[in-house]
Each structure stands twice: as structure tokens, then as C-alpha cells.
T-cell receptor, first 110, second 111 residues
């Protein structure tokens, strides 16, 4: 069974631009969560989607948004990028309780 | 607000040693607790998940325990190997699907 996939793996953007990251969950998993990982803040929860509905949200500004499609694939969008948005963005899918993570997208904002 | 702390932040041991990693959480109303391993620049690999009603879980050389009342979990690694070198993270999860992660313990196992 294929694992969680994330595209692109690496991305370089400049301040003020926007970016869209994609996550394809394990087949059959309907829950997808997004996390931001930085050296200073560690792993922080962004939001969780289940059956196309946002079920949970972390403490991030409105510039961070997401959505989930009917096939459970999810996208995360960050608008008006700031230098501090440079991070590894991880998504995780789950069927029951165990979360399975993708390899992440490394975003660098210049 | 849930806070998760992992001690120590870094640990270096010789190959073959048994070791314990610690995870503490402030809100005992957790649904489960999950331990992960992360290799540099990579995603997280799930190691063990302990439900709030359980005391421990075992997988191979790994054993994780949970004491909800004291807000603590430990990950025991037996007979450590160089391939165990990685960062180990714990996550306290609510039944609403929200996860709070610790900052991790970076383990180095020297041959």
C-alpha cells in the first residue's frame, strides 16, 4: 500500500508570494492533518480535515488555509508569505488512531 | 492548553546499551499518546501508540509505557544499535484529533 505522498518536496518562494502544497493520503484514509515544523517552534498543528470538512484548527493566522477534496487529497495554501513561514510542512493521514506521515515539503521563503 | 516536554533533548550512548526516553504532558485528559521517530530532513515514522486505557505497548526492542495520572510516558529501547540514531518525538492526542508534540530527543548510538 502506498504511503502518504506530498508534492512538491522542495519549494523556494519570495516574501509576499503565495504557495499551495499538496498531500495525498494513504488509500482509504479520510483524515488528513497538516503540521509546520521549525527548529525554533518544533512541530505545530495547523489543521485537520475529515471528509472535506475542517475538523480542528491550530493557532495560526488566517494566511494559512486548507481544503480537502472528495478523494481525500488535501491542499494547504499560505498567502502573503513571510520569512518566518520557512519550514518543513508535514501532512499525516489516519484511518483510526495512528497517524502516518508523509516526507514533507521543505518551503524556503527568501 | 496541553504542553509536552521531552527530556533529555539529546542523548549519546554506546551501541548495545538499554536506554529510556521521557515524555511528560500537562493535561492528563488525553485520548492516546504516540511515539515517532524522525530521521534528518524526513517525515515521521510511527513507532508505538498507547491508548489512554493502556499501560504499555511493545514492538520488538521498543516498549512504551503510559501513566496518565502523573502525565508521563517513557520509551524504552533495548540493546541500542547505530541504526536507532534519530530524533524521537512523542505526541499527546485528544479524541478530537488534535495532537501536541514535544520537541523531541535526539539519540546518537555510537558503534
Amino acid at each position: 500500500k502506498a504511503g502518504v505522498t506530498q508534492t512538491p518536496r522542495y519549494l523556494i518562494k519570495t516574501r509576499g508570494q503565495q504557495v499551495t502544497l499538496s498531500c495525498s493520503p494513504i488509500s482509504g484514509h479520510r483524515s488528513v492533518s497538516w503540521y509546520q515544523q521549525t527548529p525554533g517552534q518544533g512541530l505545530q498543528f495547523l489543521f485537520e480535515y475529515f471528509s472535506e470538512t475542517q475538523r480542528n484548527k491550530g493557532n495560526f493566522p488566517g494566511r494559512f488555509s486548507g481544503r480537502q477534496f472528495s478523494n481525500s487529497r488535501s491542499e494547504m495554501n499560505v498567502s502573503t508569505l513571510e520569512l518566518g513561514d520557512s519550514a518543513l510542512y508535514l501532512c499525516a493521514s489516519r484511518l483510526t488512531d495512528t497517524q502516518y506521515f508523509g516526507p514533507g515539503t521543505r518551503l524556503t521563503v527568501l | 492548553k496541553q504542553e509536552v516536554t521531552q527530556i533529555p533533548a539529546a542523548l549519546s550512548v554506546p551501541e548495545g546499551e538499554n536506554l529510556v526516553l521521557n515524555c511528560s504532558f500537562t493535561d492528563s485528559a488525553i485520548y492516546n499518546l504516540q511515539w515517532f521517530r524522525q530521521d534528518p530532513g524526513k517525515g515521521l515514522t510511527s513507532l508505538l501508540l498507547i491508548q489512554s486505557s493502556q499501560r504499555e505497548q511493545t514492538s520488538g526492542r521498543l516498549n512504551a509505557s503510559l501513566d496518565k495520572s502523573s502525565g508521563r510516558s517513557t520509551l524504552y529501547i533495548a540493546a541500542s544499535q547505530p541504526g536507532d540514531s534519530a530524533t524521537y518525538l512523542c505526541a499527546a492526542n485528544t479524541n478530537a484529533g488534535k495532537s501536541t508534540f514535544g520537541d523531541g530527543t535526539t539519540l546518537t548510538v555510537k558503534p
